[in-house]
């Protein structure tokens, strides 16, 4: 009990109060932004805007989009309108994925959405946060992967670093702080396991890919 008390002191002793949060002097050293600032400038005044219009019906127009700008588009993608990304060439979609409505794509690390996954309109992959024990709010960045035949609910959220299983699902409105495992449905924030996802037997198992 002494030694507790006398860790609980000197953390306190050495512990910064609010006074010390100094965000003029952001730390961004760990942000690598991939490309020249003039391939960012043309995708967010030229790509971008094609890519989230609702205006533009084509999907095979935003996947050729995506692809000029580096991004990795497998086969029988679909790209509804609203989609969001950040640095197209951070990211890599397998075939036959769902890309849904106002998905927002926040990478400034890479994100790889293997095949036959369903992103949910709304959700929101974000690979970047920041450390709040610094002083400056220190800007840290982790990779997301989505398994093959996950599936990210409308509204979700998936943090930094994080990995959604092989067949795994984030129900809608929940916030995945840490890895899926593969087939189980996880819910709520932080999202928690629920059950198992079980599938049924295809009549035609030949027609699966």
């Keep these: ?101 106002d998905l927002w794509i926040d990478n400034l690390a890479p994100v790889k959405i293997e095949a036959h996954c369903c992103l949910s309109q709304g959700a929101y992959l974000c690979t970047g946060n920041h450390d709040w024990s610094s002083s400056n709010m220190r800007l840290f960045r982790l990779p997301i992967t989505c398994k093959r035949g996950c599936w990210v609910g409308a509204k979700s959220v998936v943090c930094p670093g994080v990995v959604i299983g092989a067949g795994a699902i984030i129900t809608a409105g929940s916030v995945a702080t840490k890895n899926v495992p593969e087939m189980e449905i996880h819910a709520g924030n932080p999202a928690q396991f629920v059950r198992l996802r079980k599938l049924d037997c295809p009549e035609d198992s030949g027609k699966l890919r």
């Design 1 to 101: 009990m002494h030694a507790t008390k006398e860790i609980t002191e000197d953390w306190q002793a050495r512990s910064l109060d609010a006074d010390a949060i100094d965000l003029s002097r952001p730390d961004n050293t760990e942000l690598v932004r991939g490309e020249p600032v003039w391939v960012e400038v043309l995708w967010y005044f030229v790509g971008s805007p094609i890519v989230r219009s609702h205006f533009v019906v084509s999907c095979a127009l935003r996947c050729m989009i995506l692809r000029m700008f580096g991004a990795k588009i497998g086969k029988g993608v679909y790209l509804k309108p609203g989609l969001r990304v950040k640095f197209p060439w951070y990211l890599e979609v397998g075939d036959y994925s769902w890309l849904g409505e």
